[in-house]
């Protein structure tokens, strides 16, 4: 999933772009998590997702604070894969997002589930899971199939 932000991505909106797998944004995007200045805590997975996207310190920054911070700020600390300027938003994500459909949808969901558990596992059980799941790609049709295009340079 890809979130592309072109405004404000506050509270709730932050935490939905959190739960995408990479995140876009125009310059005029504000992102943060305000939930504090309301007395209550992040509730859609603020806490656990922006601490593993962007480190334990800078998460609290933003959260025990409450305030917002500019794509260009996202950006620097990781929150934000790319700015793009606002007209070019919405069809540069669309041209990334073609870009990875290209590719083969298993290897994509099996390298997906390698980095989401690896962010909880230690690098042996990580590293084990990944020479695993590697065999399983190699077992594929579409394995076969875009291995002999490439060696045919198709």
């Given amino acids: 999933m890809i979130a592309a932000v072109n405004g404000y991505a506050l509270g709730g909106g932050c935490e939905l772009a959190l739960a995408c797998d990479i995140r876009f944004a125009s310059p005029n995007a504000q992102l943060g998590q305000p939930e504090v200045t309301l007395g209550i805590c992040p509730g859609w997975g603020g ?3 922006l601490l593993r996207i962007i480190g334990p310190s800078r998460a609290k920054d933003l959260i025990f ?19 793009i300027p606002s007209e070019n938003l919405l069809s540069e994500t669309r041209a ?3 870009t990875i459909a290209k590719n083969s949808n298993f290897a994509i969901g ?33 394995r076969e199939e875009r291995m002999r295009k490439f060696v045919e340079k198709k």
């Fill in 110 to 142: 099996i390298s997906k589930m390698l980095v989401n558990r690896g962010t909880d596992a230690n690098l042996d059980t990580g590293l084990k899971l990944e020479i695993y799941s590697w065999a399983v790609c190699f077992s594929t049709k579409d």
């Fill in 96 to 98: 990334y997002a073609k």
């Fill in 47 to 49: 806490t656990q997702r």
């Fill in 65 to 83: 604070s409450g305030r917002k911070i500019t794509a260009e700020e996202a950006f620097s600390m990781g929150l934000i894969n790319k700015v």
